[in-house]
């Protein structure tokens, strides 16, 4: 993470602009521009927002890609600065706990703004303790020409009367400009020059940003049946069957939370979970010491823990596969993490689903939960594995300690 706090820290003005910015435009940019001028801010820092935490929310481009496309829109304008602060915190986002964490690494007497659509002021009401957040910081609503100002201003009146607070009201036709129409415009092939940076472009064209991929093949370097020829010789029957099992249940889940590039990336995840599963130890060792898989110490005291970290290295180098949330997948399917990915949540569930899983207490349950909500399936699972753990007196590792505590409080 970057150092923020030797960039904010003497500013005695700043104004926050949030957003998903997928992908930031030159309405943003101008939007910016606008309040540091009207308003004399120091500084304008842009607050990426991390990914949503329900799944009912519509798909978002990866954190990462948002975050790096805002660092290049801005990095011509020594003004503005990019925070990771939302970005890095898992779960939902609330601007309150932005502002605060803000305000911790500010001087105390800073005079912070927040940039949002008008739309978001009608709302503000129902944020998280919005009287305490109109005390913190003076708002901007900022709109497009042609907003119906007449409600606007209304309750503009009604939250300044009642809270004493500061809300700002700027047009800014460069608004014109939208996040959606750029995505729509890109899958359809049309221009985005001149909407977009001449950066945020080439990164977007770089990295086959905003093109429909659910017909997109995924590429593995070795074919599935190479896969398995490979994976029967190094695990037991009963693991290989398993496997299948688990690589089945992963692609049924991912045909309904997912595309078909998930199902594809399912399958080989599936397949590949327990691969380093059944190596003796001697081999397990060298092949730690080998791919330097980091161990800790719950890990090498319960060593049944080393075979996902193992196995993401093995199937990195022995099984040539290359992406990254299919290694995260295998990586994590034992003891689970906050704020998995799609992926990652697939597969460790359909390991503990399985078809050819033996019945045992709380599995109908979690196969119900699987097809019903994937976080919920998540808790359940977390919950009644650790449960398991302890009771056998096994060592517990506290990545599934965090998990559990993410997914049972989202
Ligand atoms: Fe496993
Ligand atoms: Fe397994």
Known sequence: MRNEIANFKDCKSIAIMGGTFDPIHNGHLVTAEAVRHRFKVDRVVFMPAGQPAHKANKKVTHNEHRYLMTVLATMRNENFEVSRIEIDRPGATYTIDTI?????????????????GADAIHQIMTW?????????????????????????????????????????????PALAISSSDIREREQKGEPIKYLVPQEVEDYIHKFGLYHDDMAKEVKFMLSLETMQEKLQSAISVKRYIHTLGVADEAVKLAEIYGTTQDQQKARVAGLLHDCAKDYPESMRQRFCKEYKVKTDEIMNKQTDLIHPFLGAEVAKREYQVMDEDVLNAIRFHTTGRPNMSLLEKIVFIADYIEPNREKFGGLDEARRL?????????????????????????????????????????
């Open 370 to 410: 699987a097809y019903l909500d994937l976080d919920k399936a998540m808790a359940y699972i977390l919950e009644n594995t650790i449960e398991y753990v302890k009771a056998r007196g096994r060592l517990l590792h506290p990545l599934s300690v965090e998990a559990l505590e993410y997914y049972k409080n989202l």
């Open 100 to 116: 605060e964490e803000l305000k911790k690494i500010c001087r105390p007497d800073v005079r912070l703004y927040f940039i949002t």
């Open 128 to 172: 998280k303790q919005p009287e305490r957040l109109l005390t913190l910081c003076d708002f901007v609503a900022v709109t497009r020409p042609g907003y119906d100002r007449a409600k606007l201003f209304e309750d503009i009146g009604e939250i300044r009367e009642k809270y004493a607070s500061r809300i700002h009201y700027m047009e800014v």
